[in-house]
Each structure stands twice: as structure tokens, then as C-alpha cells.
């Protein structure tokens, strides 16, 4: 099995982050359609660069032999009375599922959450019947905090989403 790594993207990786998420589009798991990822490099690159300046927000890859393989963002919200607050999207490639990529980057997140005073909360919304995702999020301490009927429409069918949050 390949090894891989997991570290804070860099805008030097902003080309190859467009090209792995365009890999993403239309997979069933993800609220992501054909041609709706559509960022441009510079606009990729101004992303990273965000997130690194930002003191409640992180941007981690995975990487195997120099191809990105998963990523995890943390961005964190911008109004004071929300500061505390970051929400969090994860993909893994789906060559790399189940082999604990997802696990390594939600680790990495967790432990830069933890160690950081400018965040309590980290939240996200996930597919109600997306069980290996639930299983990873719960693993990590994350409690469902509501549903959402119909939230998504997606291969022709509405999709219920769960909030999730972990408190820190």
C-alpha cells in the first residue's frame, strides 16, 4: 500500500486542488454536480491564501507519490460573534476511501482545533445516509445537532442532511 501524507496546502497547490476536485464532480456522496467546480487558479490560490492568514481556519491535504488524494478545509466564520465557529468539508478520492485517509486529515483538524484558542466549534452538514461518513464523524466526537429534511437534490431524488457539530 502506498503511503501518504497529510500537511496545510500551500497556493502552490492550487492547480492540482482544481484538477483532484473536478475528479469529485458528480460523486454520489458529495453535493458537488458536473461543471459547478469551477474556480480558477488564482481564485483557488487566494483560498489557500485565506486560510493561512487566517487564526480560525486550516486547509489540509493528503498526498500520495505528489498527487493530492483528500483534502479538508476548516474555514472559519468572519463575524466576531461567530468567530469561535469554523465550518468543515472533507473529500477523500475514491481509490483512497477506506484506507484511512479520511481518518489521518479529520485527526489533523481535530488536534489544530484543540490547540487553538480562536476555536470552540466546528460544524458541518452531512448526507443523513452517508453511513461511513457518520461513522468517521462520530469516531471524532461529533454529535448530530439536527436534521434537514429534503436539503439536497441530487440523481434525481431529495437527500435529508444531518448537522454535526464537535464542541471543544
Known amino acids: 500500500m502506498t503511503a501518504y501524507i497529510v500537511r496545510e496546502a500551500t ?3 492550487a492547480e492540482q486542488l482544481i484538477a483532484y476536485g473536478r475528479t469529485l464532480e458528480g460523486d454520489p456522496g458529495l453535493a458537488l454536480e458536473p461543471g459547478e467546480f469551477n474556480y480558477t487558479v488564482e481564485q483557488e490560490r487566494e483560498i489557500l491564501r485565506n486560510h493561512a492568514h487566517s487564526d480560525n481556519s486550516i486547509f489540509l ?3 500520495a507519490d505528489g498527487d493530492i488524494i483528500g ?4 474555514t472559519g466564520a468572519k463575524r466576531q460573534a461567530k468567530r469561535h465557529t469554523t465550518a468543515l468539508g472533507i473529500s477523500v478520492h ?7 485517509v479520511g481518518s489521518a486529515l479529520m485527526a ?4 489544530w482545533a484543540k490547540s487553538n484558542d480562536a476555536v470552540q466549534r ?4 452531512v448526507y443523513a445516509r452517508n453511513e461511513a461518513a457518520l461513522g468517521l464523524y462520530r469516531k471524532f466526537g ?7 429534511k ?4 441530487k440523481g434525481g431524488e431529495y437527500i435529508d442532511s444531518l448537522s454535526m457539530a464537535l464542541l471543544l
Open 11 to 13: 497556493p502552490d497547490d
Open 61 to 63: 491535504v493528503a498526498e
Open 71 to 74: 483534502c479538508l478545509n476548516c
Open 94 to 100: 475514491p481509490q483512497w476511501r477506506g484506507r484511512g
Open 108 to 111: 489533523r483538524a481535530v488536534e
Open 122 to 125: 466546528i460544524q458541518f452538514d
Open 142 to 148: 461529533f454529535e448530530v445537532e439536527g436534521r434537514h
Open 150 to 153: 429534503r436539503a439536497y437534490f
